[in-house]
Protein backbone atom coordinates (compact mmCIF):
# COMPACT_ATOMS: atom_id res chain seq x y z
CA UNK A 1 0.00 0.00 0.00
CA UNK A 2 1.31 3.14 -0.83
CA UNK A 3 1.35 6.13 1.87
CA UNK A 4 1.21 9.93 1.26
CA UNK A 5 1.60 12.70 4.21
CA UNK A 6 0.62 16.25 4.14
CA UNK A 7 1.83 18.01 6.62
CA UNK A 8 3.47 21.44 7.88
CA UNK A 9 3.61 23.19 11.45
CA UNK A 10 2.16 26.61 9.66
CA UNK A 11 -1.84 26.56 9.47
CA UNK A 12 -3.40 28.33 6.32
CA UNK A 13 -0.99 26.57 4.05
CA UNK A 14 -3.54 23.97 2.12
CA UNK A 15 -2.90 20.77 3.44
CA UNK A 16 -6.34 20.45 3.88
CA UNK A 17 -7.66 21.40 0.50
CA UNK A 18 -4.51 19.84 -1.38
CA UNK A 19 -4.80 16.68 0.84
CA UNK A 20 -9.13 16.91 -0.36
CA UNK A 21 -8.31 17.14 -4.27
CA UNK A 22 -5.83 14.24 -4.23
CA UNK A 23 -8.17 12.08 -2.24
CA UNK A 24 -10.79 13.33 -4.61
CA UNK A 25 -9.05 11.95 -7.87
CA UNK A 26 -7.90 8.77 -6.03
CA UNK A 27 -9.79 5.23 -5.48
CA UNK A 28 -10.04 2.94 -3.19
CA UNK A 29 -8.32 5.00 -0.24
CA UNK A 30 -8.18 5.63 3.11
CA UNK A 31 -8.03 8.62 4.68
CA UNK A 32 -7.03 10.21 7.82
CA UNK A 33 -7.24 14.08 8.78
CA UNK A 34 -4.51 14.06 12.10
CA UNK A 35 -5.36 17.85 12.96
CA UNK A 36 -5.49 17.96 16.70
CA UNK A 37 -7.57 21.53 16.42
CA UNK A 38 -9.58 21.79 13.39
CA UNK A 39 -10.30 18.44 11.49
CA UNK A 40 -11.96 19.72 8.33
CA UNK A 41 -11.07 16.60 5.63
CA UNK A 42 -14.32 15.56 6.77
CA UNK A 43 -16.31 18.46 5.98
CA UNK A 44 -14.87 18.31 1.95
CA UNK A 45 -15.08 14.65 1.43
CA UNK A 46 -18.16 13.69 2.88
CA UNK A 47 -16.60 10.24 3.67
CA UNK A 48 -19.24 7.17 4.26
CA UNK A 49 -18.14 5.03 7.99
CA UNK A 50 -16.89 2.08 7.42
CA UNK A 51 -16.57 -0.15 10.28
CA UNK A 52 -12.96 -2.15 10.78
CA UNK A 53 -12.69 -5.61 10.13
CA UNK A 54 -9.80 -5.89 12.56
CA UNK A 55 -7.52 -3.38 14.89
CA UNK A 56 -5.09 -0.51 13.48
CA UNK A 57 -1.58 -1.23 13.82
CA UNK A 58 0.51 2.18 13.06
CA UNK A 59 3.24 2.36 10.39
CA UNK A 60 6.52 4.09 9.90
CA UNK A 61 7.95 6.95 11.85
CA UNK A 62 7.77 10.44 10.18
CA UNK A 63 11.35 11.91 9.81
CA UNK A 64 13.06 15.37 8.54
CA UNK A 65 14.44 15.32 5.58
CA UNK A 66 17.65 17.67 6.86
CA UNK A 67 18.75 18.00 2.83
CA UNK A 68 15.66 20.21 2.43
CA UNK A 69 16.51 22.22 5.75
CA UNK A 70 18.57 25.48 6.20
CA UNK A 71 20.72 26.48 8.91
CA UNK A 72 17.90 27.16 11.39
CA UNK A 73 16.60 24.04 10.71
CA UNK A 74 13.30 25.54 9.02
CA UNK A 75 12.45 24.00 5.48
CA UNK A 76 13.47 26.86 2.70
CA UNK A 77 9.65 26.55 1.20
CA UNK A 78 9.92 26.77 -2.49
CA UNK A 79 12.25 24.35 -3.01
CA UNK A 80 11.39 22.06 -0.47
CA UNK A 81 7.86 22.09 -2.20
CA UNK A 82 9.58 21.42 -5.60
CA UNK A 83 11.18 18.43 -4.20
CA UNK A 84 8.34 17.25 -2.53
CA UNK A 85 6.18 17.51 -5.89
CA UNK A 86 8.26 16.30 -7.56
CA UNK A 87 9.13 12.54 -5.05
CA UNK A 88 4.55 12.51 -5.09
CA UNK A 89 4.71 12.73 -9.21
CA UNK A 90 7.47 9.39 -8.97
CA UNK A 91 6.07 7.68 -6.90
CA UNK A 92 2.54 7.73 -8.17
CA UNK A 93 4.80 6.77 -11.68
CA UNK A 94 5.08 3.12 -9.86
Request: hydrophobic fraction near 45%; aromatic fraction near 8%; include cysteine.
Amino acid sequence: MKQIVVLSSKGGTGKTTFAASFAALSQNIVVADCDVDVAGLHLLLKPEKAKFKQEFTGSKLAFINKTLCVEREECEASRGIKLIWEKVLDFLKD
